[in-house]
């Protein structure tokens, strides 16, 4: 049962009530002019529309000062939303600002196109869309009562910088440079928008919270998919090898990854299949794989522990697993990022280097045999190794490097390879030997873990 009671038939309404008719007129109007209103998105689609034919017929008139007129209304209306939704936000319509808030993103991300006009407009103009860009976002950050984190905004601030420089430049490289340095910008801004975080200046109940994340997420897709169509674009107007993006999917999978076995496997199989598939894409992926190695690195926290152990409290009822004790300690399961021992946190900051070093080597190689080894550089490595080794006692570093100077080895010929068939069987002997040493000094030096 509840409490509400029914008015009867005979109750009287108040004099100062308005009619129902008009009630419902005024909630209807409220609803569709107010809270959805479709004007909004005309207006924005009607400005868009203006702005692309004005942009089409100055373009065929071969003016020079017209594209920038285009460019600076689309910039006047983007302002004008703004103001709009810190206008909504400050009257307490917070769904309407959040709309207009949406479509500021749509237009903070050239619309009109006159990023990819730079090249003939010269670099002051792209500076000043820069400038621009920059302080709309703090400005529609400001409108709607959010913080953004560095990372975010970072991540915004990078893919505007990409926007309007990239073709001033692309048009200079060739292919594979080009695609080159499109997958290190991509994979630079979804480093940053992984760790990006947006916070509300104003308290926010539990469909606030929702209706913010929703908005945030939102806006994070359109911009990317905005985003995505200005590189569609360049490859359409340069040569853009566009298949060094492909690395970049795997290799931000290495945060998310909670073993580490495993991310050794993601990354040696990435370079491995590029290798095989892609060769001209090999440094820049092994480039990218250290950014990955370094950024886990970096952001996993360093316990003395994988992870903490906590004693299993005893079920109320009885298990269906008879055979595992009640006390069993159970491994807690940790949220990103994954908590790491110092030794792996290690062993991920070698393969980095390792990943520079390949990365360096093999700067120019487009498949066939290896390129020659480079003294400086391997003499850089070993450096690098030895004082790890020493140092920080990262014995495992010391594999990589002497496969690294075997490859020399082989390379330069400094070992003749057996011909007869009493060189191959000498060969054969002397590897025998090597692994029953080698496997009798690996026991011996694991003797304590063995009791």
Not at 4 to 14: A, K, N, R
Not at 185 to 210: D, E, H, I, K
Not at 412 to 434: M, N, Q, T
Request: hydrophobic share 55%.
């Amino acid at each position: 049962m509840t409490d509400e009671t029914t008015p009867s038939d005979d109750s009287t309404t108040p004099a100062d009530a308005p009619a129902p008719g008009r009630s419902y007129l005024r909630r209807l109007l409220h609803r569709w002019l107010i809270e959805y209103n479709p004007l909004y998105l005309l207006s924005a689609a009607l400005v868009l529309t203006g702005t692309s034919l004005c942009s089409r017929g100055l373009a065929q008139e071969d003016s020079g000062y017209g594209p920038l007129g285009v460019a600076a209304v689309a910039e006047l209306y983007a302002v004008c939303l703004i103001g709009g939704a810190a206008l909504l936000m400050r009257i307490g319509h917070r769904r309407p600002a959040v709309m207009l808030a949406l479509l500021t993103v749509l237009y903070q991300w050239d619309l009109t196109l006159h990023t990819e006009r730079s090249p003939y407009l010269g670099s002051g103009a792209a500076v000043l869309w820069v400038a621009v860009f920059v302080a709309k976002i703090y400005g529609l950050a400001w409108a709607v009562r959010i913080r953004l984190s560095r990372t975010a905004a970072a991540a915004a601030i990078l893919a505007g910088v990409g926007l309007v420089f990239f073709p001033l430049q692309l048009h200079r490289l060739d292919p594979r440079q080009a695609g080159s340095l499109v997958a290190l910008w991509a994979f630079a801004l979804a480093s940053l928008l992984r760790s990006s975080t947006v916070t509300s200046l104003v308290p926010q109940g539990g469909w606030g919270a929702t209706v913010l994340r929703r908005a945030v997420r939102a806006a994070w897709v359109l911009s990317a998919l905005l985003v995505s169509g200005h590189v569609l674009f360049w490859s359409w107007q340069w040569e853009i090898l566009l298949s060094m993006l492909l690395p970049v999917v795997p290799l931000l999978l290495v945060h998310r990854v909670r073993s580490e076995g495993r991310v050794w496997a993601l990354v040696v199989g990435t370079l491995f299949v590029v290798g095989m598939t892609m060769p001209a894409a090999f440094s820049v992926t092994a480039l990218l794989a250290a950014g990955a190695l370094g950024l886990r690195a970096l952001a996993a926290p360093s316990v003395d522990r994988p992870a903490q152990q906590v004693a299993r409290p005893e079920p109320p009822y009885r298990s269906s697993d008879a055979s595992a004790p009640a006390d069993e300690p159970e491994v807690t399961a940790t949220a990103l990022p994954v908590p790491l021992e110092r030794r792996a946190i290690e062993r991920l900051v070698v393969g980095a280097a390792f990943g520079v070093y390949l990365s360096v080597w093999t700067l120019g190689w487009s498949g066939g045999a290896w390129p020659a080894h480079v003294f400086l550089l391997d003499l850089g490595l070993t450096a690098v190794v030895v004082v790890a080794a020493w140092k920080a006692r990262v014995r495992s570093a010391l594999a990589p490097l002497l496969g690294c100077y075997l490859h020399f080895v082989i390379q330069a010929r400094l070992v003749p390879a057996p011909r007869s068939l009493v060189e191959w069987g000498a060969s054969a002997v002397g590897l025998g030997f090597v692994l029953l040493a080698a496997s009798l000094a690996t026991s011996y030096r694991l003797r304590a873990m063995a009791r």
